[in-house]
C-alpha cells in the first residue's frame, strides 16, 4: 500500500525548532520530488518546501530560511526542521509526493502549535 | 509569486446539480494546474492534474478545463459524497501556489 506517515508535531514555544519527519512506504521514494505543505485550523493550503530527486530545495519566502527540508533515501524518510518558530507557523502539516508535478500521495498530517 | 483566485468561495448546490468552481492564475501557467478536494479532517485528495487529466479512480462526474490563466473544475451532477472544499494549485514555477478554496455546501 502507497503511504506516507509524518510524526514529529507537537507543543513548542515562539522561537522553539521542531523536526518533523515523513517516512514512505509503497513506492520508490527515492524517484519522486517531496514537498511539505501545512494548513492552520479553518484556513487554506500553503506549501512550505520542497525537495527534488537530486536534493535541490525550494522554499517560499514565509519559511526560508528558518525551515530546512531533507530527505534520506536509504531510509525513504522526508524531514522539516523548523527553527525560529513563530505563531504563524500553528498548523497541520502534510508531506506529499509529486509523482506527476501534482501532490497525488498525502500523508495523515501532523500537527504542531507553537504557543507560549 | 503566481497569485491563485478562486471562485465563488461557498457555493450551495443540491444533489444532482451541475457545478462549476472557476480558478484564475495571475500569469500564465500553460495546463500546469491540479485539482483537489479535501473533507473536515482529512488530507487533501487529487482529483485532475495537468488541468483536465482526471486521476486514477476518480469519478468521471468531475472534468477540469482551461490553459494560461482561466481553469474551470466541473462536477456534471453533484453526489452526497462531494460536498467539500475544493482548491486549485499551480506547479508551473516555484514558488507553488494554491487557491483560496470553494466550499460546496448543501442548498
Known amino acids: 500500500e502507497v503511504q506516507l506517515v509524518e510524526s514529529g508535531g507537537g507543543l513548542v514555544q515562539p522561537g522553539g525548532s521542531l523536526r518533523l519527519s515523513c517516512a514512505a512506504s509503497?513506492?520508490?521514494?527515492?524517484?519522486?520530488?517531496m514537498h511539505w505543505v501545512r494548513q492552520a485550523t479553518g484556513k487554506g493550503l500553503e506549501w512550505v518546501s520542497a525537495?527534488?530527486?537530486?536534493?535541490?530545495?525550494y522554499y517560499p519566502g514565509s519559511v526560508k530560511g528558518r525551515f530546512t527540508i531533507s530527505r534520506e533515501n536509504a531510509k525513504n524518510s522526508l524531514y522539516l526542521q523548523m527553527n525560529s518558530l513563530r505563531a504563524g507557523d500553528t498548523a497541520v502539516y502534510y508531506c506529499a509526493s509529486s509523482g506527476k508535478d501534482a501532490f497525488d500521495i498525502w500523508g495523515q498530517g501532523t500537527m504542531v502549535t507553537v504557543s507560549s | 509569486d503566481i497569485q491563485m483566485t478562486q471562485s465563488p468561495s461557498t457555493l450551495s448546490a443540491s444533489v444532482g446539480d451541475r457545478v462549476t468552481i472557476t480558478c484564475r492564475a495571475s500569469q500564465s501557467i500553460s495546463s500546469w494546474l491540479a485539482w483537489y478536494q479535501q473533507k473536515p479532517g482529512k488530507a487533501p485528495k487529487l482529483l485532475i492534474y495537468k488541468a483536465s487529466s482526471l486521476e486514477s479512480g476518480v469519478p468521471s462526474r468531475f472534468s477540469g478545463s482551461g490553459s494560461g490563466t482561466e481553469f474551470t473544475l466541473t462536477i456534471s451532477s453533484l453526489q452526497p459524497d462531494d460536498f467539500a472544499t475544493y482548491y486549485c494549485q499551480q506547479y508551473n514555477s516555484y514558488s507553488l501556489t494554491f487557491g483560496g478554496g470553494t466550499k460546496v455546501e448543501i442548498k
Open positions: 525537495i527534488g530527486t537530486a536534493g535541490d530545495t
Open positions: 509503497g513506492f520508490t521514494f527515492s524517484s519522486y520530488d
